[in-house]
């Protein structure tokens, strides 16, 4: 029997999940084949409506070798265990004669503990374990969301966090949940046998399809024990959002309630003289971090240095120390040894990254406001370090021993491939060198027509946002085009603050259209309810830009108060723009510029996310039209018809709302 063509499998795989077959779906597939069988790697920008997860999973599939699937989000991890891999798998099965495997994988704190659950939980103040549902008030919010673990716990064949509906609060799963280095292992552990991350773990060992997420490929990839299992295709999608996935799995960070918790979990469980070294390197450093003032520290000061040095010394005494306990009547011993060493193990690793000083990280200090608008307290204050790039580490353990292929909306960021390819570790696509991992690029373009179904207006009249300054003539502008829109708008901002102002304004000036606002209800609660009424708008920042999919005619106006640079005191980016610079590179457009490009082609991305979806996304940044950098931003958003005419925009929007309007009713 002849081996069935790839058309006819995605053929097939398409009927079965409902969808309609694309050019640019068949490309991509033809493409991620082709990459399959030369061990090659790729790029492939697929925009919304492409039916992407298949353009991918039907080539893998067929290959016949194990792939790793690994994406940003939830959501789409979601649609591919439970919708797309089912489906095509049922459909794919007579035609390939076999029916592949598949598999969720994630970090273990992701799966329920039974050790947690039935043992208890250490108690930083007291000697041994506490049985948290006693603990917590059966009243409480904490107390009812323990109990409803507990008897979940009976009724989950998975143990997955998020599988869990409705969810619970981060400070409840903690009590039923442990890191990987606070686990016992399964060979030391009595529940060992009926672990739930265990099971996973080794469902995915018989899976020819795992699907996992971003944050465990980093781990795989920087801790060097593997975590995933052998190979030979990863598929990365939402690829976009890699590079600042990995960066923070590799971000480390120091608190003084970090370190305090270090000091009680080890205290009961070491010799008096390790106990005392630790709280009086811990009172060392609380008090540094009370003084230090914000911002990048590209030297560490002489003070700060002594005290991390004499943390660091003495968490390994601790580390040393700690196999022996000083009182026997501990209940569950291993437990809270395990659960200790991993806070005291955690501090001594970021205290000797920080004093080892390696070129290629950024230290910077950190003070967060408390909810409420408190005064600064030092448990608010932080120190973090990162990698400079993450792309060398990328280059090393991403691209050897396996094809790759990533792909996402968002890839190709003023006209070409290389932006994104040099923050993955890739030279210029085509470019020679023993070193360099070889990759092609593929646009497979978007079933949506943009030219016709959306309009890139830039409010060029505007003046120049100015940090922090008070621009009237942008919410005068924003109060306009929601009027002619009647409602159904985007709000996505540049800050919180600017976010927060703006819906305080408006909601004064047209109290006839709601503004729901980030922060004010769950993010899932406010997408629900703006795509509930059609009136209505939804401000915000960051997840907004990405996170919003909001078909029809809820969604007819996006609007960007300004270009979103990163803040030029964030630390870690400005340490990358300098150091393009220093080695003869253009750090702006390298770093500010791509970081703008990527939020704004991901912006653009929220107006148009089915067939017959019209409207206008706005900048009312005049820069976008002015500034020599305009060109290479707009070229990273879709297609849309550009104009800066504000009287025709408003014509347009008002065109769209009747016609909106006539086939509500």
Known sequence: MTQPSLPELLHAAVTAVGGTERPGQVAMAEAVAE????GAHLLVQAGTGTGKSLGYLVPALAHGERVVVATATLALQRQLVERDLPRTVEALHSLLRRRPEFAMLKGRSNYLCLHRLHEGVPQDEEEGLFDQFEAAAPTSKLGQDLLRLRDWSDETETGDRDDLTPGVSDRAWSQVSVSSRECLGATKCAYGAECFAEAARERAKLAEVIVTNHALLAIDAIEGAPVLPQHEVLIVDEAHELVSRVTGVA???LTPGQVNRAVRRAAKLVNEKAADQLQTAAEGFERLMELALPGRLEEIPEDLGYALMALR????????????????????EDAVRKQALASVESVHDVAERITNGSEWDVVWYERHEPRGGAAYRHSGASLRVAPMSVSGLLREKLFTDRSVVLTSATLKLGGDFNGVGASLGLGPEGAEGDDLP????VDVGSPFDYPRQGILYVAKHLARPARDGDRKDMLDELTELIQAAGGRTLGLFSSMRAAQLAAEELRSRIPEYPILLQGEETLGELIKNFAADPRTCLFG???????VDVPGPSCQLVVMDKIPFPRPDD???SARQKAVEEAGGNGFMAVAATHAALLMAQGAGRLVRASGDRGVVAVLDPRLATARYGSYLKASMPGFWYTTD?????????????AAKTAEQ
Request: proline share 2%; aromatic share 4%.
């Open 313 to 332: 010394d003495a968490c390994r005494t601790v580390i040393s120390a700690i196999g022996s306990t000083r009182d026997k009547s501990v209940q569950d």
């Open 35 to 38: 990459a399959i069988d030369d």
């Open 541 to 547: 920042t960051l997840s907004l830009w990405q996170g």
């Open 646 to 658: 504000r009287n025709q925009v408003r014509k347009s929007l008002a065109a769209i709302d009747a």
């Open 251 to 253: 971000t480390g960070e």
């Open 438 to 441: 070889q990759w092609k690029g």
């Open 571 to 573: 630390p870690l980016m």
